[in-house]
């Protein structure tokens, strides 16, 4: 239980989970499979930059204890939009997938909603987050 709890396990599954991201990115657009073509786009962006920001804001809390929770709000902000906007133009590079600006913005819609979700779950579970 210890190593759920380090700093450096908290750092890369947040650096790990942007990884399978840029992953996904990097299916071609004919290749997506079936499942996901089922699911609204604007939805799964949503969803992966929730479970992104999740884990930043678990990381960023962990690494920068001595600043304000706002001061960590928007530097998780920042990580997340910066992250989205790579996968983004990542996204440019890939036969048939193209970078939308409003995936951008689901993305950052996603990682804020995350915000709140980890603060309330760092209250009711500190020893676990």
Request: proline share 5%.
């Amino acid at each position: 239980m210890k190593i759920f709890q380090s700093l450096i396990f908290k750092r890369s599954s947040a650096i790990g989970f942007y990884v399978l991201i840029l992953l996904g990115s990097s299916i071609p657009g004919q290749k997506i499979p079936q499942i996901f073509q089922l699911t609204p786009d604007k939805l799964i962006h949503c969803v992966e930059y929730f479970i992104l920001g999740f884990l930043t804001s678990r990381w960023i809390n962990a690494d920068f204890r001595q600043f304000s929770w706002k001061k960590m709000v928007v530097i998780i902000l920042l990580i997340c939009a910066t992250c989205g906007m790579l996968d983004e133009l990542y996204q440019h590079l890939t036969p048939n997938r193209t970078p939308d600006f409003y995936d951008w913005c689901l993305d950052l819609v996603g990682a804020t909603l995350s915000i709140p979700f980890f603060k309330f779950c760092k209250k009711k579970f500190e020893r676990v987050i």
